[in-house]
């Protein structure tokens, strides 16, 4: 059964980078058939996609972060990883990784995310 | 503001029906699939429904989904207390460079 945990600091001063990772286990973080993202819900709010990376190295980032954001991965540690720079108040949040399953065929983008971590809140504060 | 508009929340009694919306437009829902996610209070989203309408293993058949143009439908019936939840739309948008987008989220009570 697969199982992603999230880990990292839980507090970062504003203005410094967030830096978390994902540790995947129970199946290969370089399956050609699943992407791995993050999303992030600040509290009592909704959820925000964040980005995505195929195991080759291939991202896609949200357009809102993608000038902060860089997620990378490391298939001998089956883990990937996301890194926010210059954090703000709006930071914070709890973040979670996911598996991301996206297809395309004729009748458009199939796109999914399972199974999530449990999430780890990230505080922003000095 | 989220791409995705979802009634805030949505209440009915024990062993009633109750159905939530996601409402987006033509770069997303109109021709992409949904999924759905449940959120039980303090605790990482669940998938419910993938493509539209189908159900992951172990998830009941008192879940359900449907698409019908820029919108879909999440349907729960036989209402359990243990429903109680955030409710999440979620699918991909082709004016976001290979997005995945929410709505805003809908919260359960069965009172």
């Known amino acids: 059964q697969l199982q992603l945990q999230e880990s990292g600091p839980g507090l970062v001063k504003p203005s410094e980078t967030l830096s978390l990772t994902c540790t995947v286990s129970?199946?290969?973080?370089?399956?050609?058939?699943?992407?791995w993202g993050w999303i992030r819900q600040p509290p009592g709010k909704g959820l925000e996609w964040i980005g995505s990376?195929?195991?080759?190295?291939?991202?896609y980032y949200n357009p809102s972060l993608k000038s902060r954001v860089t997620i990378s991965v490391d298939t001998s540690k089956n883990q990937f990883s996301l890194k926010l720079s210059s954090v703000t108040a709006a930071d914070t949040a709890v973040y979670y990784c996911?598996?991301?399953?996206?297809?395309?065929?004729?009748?458009?983008?199939?796109?999914?995310?399972?199974?999530w971590g449990q999430g780890t809140l990230v505080t922003v504060s000095s | 503001q989220s791409v995705l508009t979802q009634p805030p929340s949505v209440s009915a009694a024990p062993g009633q029906k109750v159905t939530i919306s996601c409402s987006g437009s033509?770069?997303?829902?109109?021709?992409?699939?949904v999924s759905w996610y449940q959120q039980l209070p303090g605790t990482a989203p669940k998938l419910l429904i993938y493509?539209?309408?189908k159900r992951p293993s172990g998830i009941p058949d008192r879940f359900s989904g449907s698409k019908s143009g820029t919108s879909a439908t999440l349907g729960i019936t036989g209402l359990q207390t243990g429903d109680e939840a955030d409710y999440y739309c979620?699918?991909?948008?082709?004016?976001?460079?290979?997005?995945?987008?929410f709505g805003g989220g809908t919260k359960l009570t069965v009172l």
């Open positions: 996911a598996r991301r399953i996206l297809v395309y065929d004729s009748s458009g983008y199939n796109n999914w995310f399972d199974p």
């Open positions: 129970g199946g290969s973080i370089s399956s050609s058939s699943y992407y």
């Open positions: 990376i195929y195991y080759s190295g291939s991202t």
């Open positions: 033509s770069s997303n829902i109109g021709n992409n699939y």
């Open positions: 493509e539209n309408n």
């Open positions: 979620g699918t991909w948008d082709s004016s976001l460079s290979a997005g995945g987008v």
